[in-house]
């Protein structure tokens, strides 16, 4: 029992030893108070709301015990020596004499055209100078004030700044040169969905007997996209992406493809457009369709060899189809009518390999949650006579981010 009362005791009296030091660690810390800053040419900004920035960021170093608004109220009420605006050396030191500080930080917040220049100088009474500053340059957005403080703030103290958080905001004279800005490799598996349309869609319900695909005229697509950024800034990319797609393993086919394409990335929404050329493997053969139905079904397709070999039966008894030699020759079929000839191609699964272009059209966002990015795009790909409209989607994680070098 007795051991039991002796760990208590040794318990309690740690936890209050622990509480002391962190108290009189606390309390041996330099006092500091920020005086507002003068704010020019940033509507809706106060010089209040500015110092109300600056105190926060200051708390948050952990490194000063910080004089808040009220306590400084009371002080600047009875110092009639100093300005309603005390931004000088002097001034400054009038006023952190009357406050018994060891520190007093104030500056300037200004819209220079199309960026804010911050200025912080921090002044310690006991050397009765300016000990550190720090003036930046940012890209101007007034949502961002809060962060921009925070960037000045740190560095004024040498302390490293989050992740990329300056090279975000830094104001940049020429940002869509500077490619490196914001690059982000979005590169990443997509999968998708796209609906035949025109002579895609003939070509997939066609009969496999006629050169066709005999499938439902909508397929799945899976396959994986590269990108990478050639022109940005934060609020803007232009990307070259890369596409390499496999239609069709859903209906037991493969469609290849390779798309190339140039993007456009716009705001912190990730929205973007897209278009290029698409290139593929196809197969033809020259003929023509029944449309009026003058040998069977109308729409029927019939290539040079179908029509050799329908003829073949058909004419078999007519002398007029044989030659001197007494071999049947089959008729030109636009001799029968003369909306058919063989002088066009049409996709055939037993016709002759050939490079097949389209030209690719995307719409899209990416949606971003942490490190990971989910693009969704609707794309329309048109070739001649045809083509096909789908959605897709992809996943990938935000590995690096090249950010600019600081100014």
């Not at 063989?342 to 490079?355: I, N, Q, T, V």
Request: proline share 3%; with cysteine.
């Amino acid at each position: 029992m007795k051991t039991i009362s002796t760990t208590i005791v040794l318990f309690i009296t740690g936890i209050a030893f622990s509480q002391t030091t962190d108290l009189k660690s606390y309390e041996s810390l330099p006092t500091i108070a920020v005086y507002q800053p003068k704010v020019a040419g940033i509507s809706g900004v106060t010089p209040e709301m500015a110092g109300k920035m600056l105190r926060i960021e200051v708390s948050k170093l952990n490194t000063y015990i910080l004089y808040d608004e009220f306590d400084m109220l009371s002080v600047l009420n009875q110092l009639d020596s100093v300005e309603k605006v005390c931004l000088d050396k002097q001034c400054l030191l009038k006023l952190g004499d009357g406050l018994e500080v060891d520190y007093i930080v104030s500056g300037s917040y200004d819209r220079l055209g199309d960026k804010i220049v911050v200025f912080l100088k921090l002044i310690s009474l006991e050397k009765r100078d300016v000990v550190e500053s720090k003036m930046l340059e940012f890209d101007a957005s007034n949502s961002e004030l809060q962060r921009m403080t925070e960037v000045v703030i740190r560095q004024m103290h040498n302390i490293e700044t989050k992740g990329t958080q300056a090279a975000q905001l830094l104001y940049d004279k020429d940002p869509v040169t500077s490619y490196s800005a914001g690059q982000i490799n979005n590169s990443g598996p997509r999968l998708g969905y796209a609906y035949f349309m025109g002579n895609m869609q003939e070509f997939a319900m066609r009969d496999e007997s006629r050169g066709g695909m005999e499938i439902f005229p909508a397929a799945t697509m899976i396959g994986y996209q590269l990108e990478t950024q050639y022109l940005g800034s934060e609020n803007f990319s232009a990307l070259f992406e890369g596409i390499f797609n496999i239609t069709g393993l859903d209906q037991g086919v493969a469609i290849p493809s390779i798309t190339l394409m140039n993007g456009f990335r716009f705001g912190q929404g990730g929205w973007e457009i897209a278009f290029g050329p698409g290139f593929g493997i196809r197969k033809r053969s020259n003929g023509f369709f029944d449309s009026h139905g003058l040998f069977g079904n109308p729409g029927t397709y019939f290539s040079q060899n179908d029509w050799n070999s329908y003829a073949s039966r058909a004419f078999a008894g007519d002398s007029s189809y044989y030659n001197s030699n007494n071999n049947f020759v089959a008729p030109d079929p636009s001799d029968l009518h003369e909306d058919y000839d063989f002088d066009s191609k049409y996709l055939d699964k037993r016709g002759r390999a050939e490079l097949a272009t389209t030209f690719v059209f995307a719409f899209g966002r990416t949606f971003r949650a942490g490190s990971l990015n989910i693009p969704v795009n609707i794309f329309y790909s048109a070739q001649k006579g045809g083509g096909f409209v789908g959605v897709n989607l992809g996943f990938n994680v935000m590995k690096s981010k090249r950010s600019r070098q600081y100014k």
